[in-house]
């Protein structure tokens, strides 16, 4: 479908299905293509909406940081949504995108029928670990804006973050994951680092008791600090459900797809009569 204009900004999204609705939320330096094998999987049940989160994909990069608050972020996902038809969605995101839905959830509750978090986390606790937070994510803005995407990608692909890719991705998928990062743009990565960061969001660890929704909570095995995250959010999180992904890092869904979407589709059938 066309983009769909929150305010001035583009938010591009893929429309595919039928049903409730599901929204797709990637990680940072992704697109919503990072989802076709999950919108495969589920379209024949659900109505699917896959967004280019702000920053990235075909949607708007905004030079003003302030576009890219997550609380600003966050109000412009639901307002998206409702604009093209839906008051309420089971919101999905990975990374970037599981902290953003689980910040919607916390602040637009009324937007969420059910949520699904991988390799997510609830932001950080301290003043101290965001303020470090924030410091090296300005680090990484810096490094975007002054050596360009190219050389920027290279070193984000070098983390230990990503070692499980070596051997869970082929080398045609590993291309095609390089060629989705190298097609973001300085200015939205740059931006999305500084409004959109783990340091720069709000703790919301100490609010997981109240989320009255259903909700799923995934990790990759190979992910010891997400799957442990996940966990420990599963265990504050009333009505939750821990599925750790075996032979997957941090992007179980592109890691080990047919296991991921398994468990995504049988989530979204278990809950469905109740929503």
């Not at 591009?12 to 039928?18: C, E, L």
């Not at 029928?113 to 680090?139: C, M, Q, Y």
């Not at 680092?193 to 995934?218: F, I, K």
Request: charged letters at 20%.
């Amino acid at each position: 479908m066309p983009h769909v204009d929150v305010d001035g900004l583009a938010l591009n999204v893929d429309r595919y299905g039928m049903g409730l609705p599901v929204v797709l939320l990637h990680g940072f330096t992704g697109s919503r293509t990072s989802w076709y094998d999950s919108v495969r999987a589920i379209e024949g049940e659900f109505t699917t909406l896959s967004v280019d989160l702000i920053g990235h994909g075909w949607s708007g990069s905004p030079p003003t940081v302030e576009r890219y608050e997550m609380s600003r972020a966050v109000a412009d996902l639901v307002t998206m949504v409702r604009k093209i038809g839906f008051e309420r969605a089971i919101w999905v995101g990975y990374s970037l995108g599981g902290r953003t839905a689980l910040q919607l959830a916390i602040e637009h509750p009324d937007a969420v029928s059910a949520l699904v978090l991988e390799g997510a986390s609830p932001g950080l606790a301290t003043s101290k670990e965001r303020d470090d937070r924030i410091a090296a994510d300005e680090v990484l803005a810096q490094k975007v804006e002054n050596e360009g995407v190219e050389a920027f990608i290279d070193y984000w692909q070098s983390i230990p973050l990503w070692d499980s890719q070596k051997t869970t991705l082929s080398e045609p998928q590993r291309v095609a994951l390089r060629q989705q990062r190298l097609a973001q743009r300085a200015t939205g990565l740059a931006n999305s680092l500084r409004g959109m960061g783990t340091g720069s969001q709000a703790w919301v660890g100490d609010r997981l008791g109240g989320l009255n929704v259903p909700v799923l909570l995934t990790a990759g095995r190979l992910d010891t600090k997400f799957s442990a995250i996940a966990a420990e959010m599963a265990q504050a999180i009333p009505d939750a459900r821990l599925e750790i992904i075996e032979d997957a890092g941090h992007c179980a869904h592109l890691e080990q797809p047919a296991a991921f979407n398994a468990v995504l589709l049988d989530f979204l059938r278990g809950i469905r009569g109740r929503l």
